[in-house]
């Protein structure tokens, strides 16, 4: 755990937590296949004044400043959706050609968005244990597998989406109170725990793999955009700076590893 802590105001602040949420809600989308037809949400001028005002809060809290970045993390200063924004492609078709072209048809492409792709390709049981941790989170809070989802559960836009349902839970305990303080303090050791192990580790090498990418592209802003939001997060809920992967596996997966889609 870090040496500074953050506020307790901060930490517990109904408004920084629903800023919070915002934020790993819109991301998620950012990532999700242009199939679920995010597009529409993604260039919705009400979410996206939204996303604006909740990136606007936690560039303005004083808790949500690292006192040092990680490599390839980002200062609170570049936490602006602008580039996002100005990046979406005008149609959905578009986004969908793009999300093909940097993400391609096999995961093993160029910038896999899954976390187990990041693993050391000689350890396959720690991949498969890994999936098999973050499947445990998921059912631990009440979340299914679904047969409908096209992707892992270790998939960026899942993990993030997760990350925006604990802040949800939390928020809901808070304000009833009572005994489900508990239940509060709970969400809220799931959010540093599954950040700490599930996304601050390998987020900034696959935003690295989006610049090489497509430098100018919808990805890459968003890859950006989080790199420079996780930062804020590791302080907010009290995580050290990773030890940053260095870039995917590109050995054959293992057979543990297929059918296994998760949505939340």
Known sequence: MSDQRPRADALYDPAILTA?????R????AFSDPRSGCWTSLANPDLQECVNMAATLIRSEPAARAPELGPGERPL????????????PSAAAELNSEYERVFGLLVSGSAPPYETEYVDGKFTFQRSQQLAEIAG???AFGLEVSDESPDRQDHVALELEFMAV???LESRAARHGGTDCARANICRDGQQRFLENHLIWWVPAFARLLERELPNGFYTAAGDFLTAFLPAERVLVDVTIP??????S???RPEECEGCPMHV
């Open 77 to 88: 200063e570049s936490l602006d959706p602008g580039r996002i924004f100005s990046s979406i």
């Open 243 to 248: 030890n940053v992967a260095s870039g995917p």
């Open 20 to 24: 919070r949420q915002v934020l790993y």
């Open 137 to 139: 989170f998921y059912r």
């Open 250 to 252: 590109l050995l054959e």
């Open 26 to 29: 819109y991301l998620s989308l």
């Open 166 to 168: 604990l802040i949800g």
